[in-house]
């Protein structure tokens, strides 16, 4: 079985930028972002297919954020612009094993909180 270990997250001020990282220990085809904030249900950020040529988006979060990979790498990464006091949470990112198929495949998370 993969697994998917997050770092990056921190603490930074509102307007900041922090970049998250999701290490694979094997191939994944989907991958995503997702996050849980305090009193919060999880939450959907952000995807990218096996490629990295299509990409998917949270309304909250776009043109904010950019979702990215490096297969070489084995390596998902989440850029996260312009932040704000409302995308404090634990962030998690998650894979499929197959096209198509349910995300499987999930880390532990990393911490961000955005002050104001």
């Known amino acids: 079985q993969v697994q998917l270990v997050e770092s990056g997250g921190g603490l930074v001020q509102a307007g900041g930028s922090l970049r998250l990282s999701c290490a694979a220990s094997?191939?994944?085809?989907?991958m995503g972002w997702f996050r849980q904030a305090p009193g919060k249900e999880r939450e959907f950020v952000a995807s990218?297919?096996?490629?990295?040529?299509?990409?998917s988006y949270a309304d909250s979060v776009k043109g904010r954020f950019t979702i990215s990979r490096d297969n070489v790498k084995s390596t998902g990464y989440l850029q996260m612009n312009s932040l704000k006091p409302e995308d404090t949470a634990v962030y998690y990112c998650?894979?499929?094993?197959?096209?198509?198929?349910?995300?499987?495949?999930w880390g532990r998370g990393t911490q961000v909180t955005v002050s104001s």
């Open positions: 094997g191939r994944t085809f989907e």
């Open positions: 998650a894979a499929t094993p197959v096209v198509g198929g349910a995300y499987a495949y």
């Open positions: 990218i297919n096996w490629s990295g040529s299509s990409t």
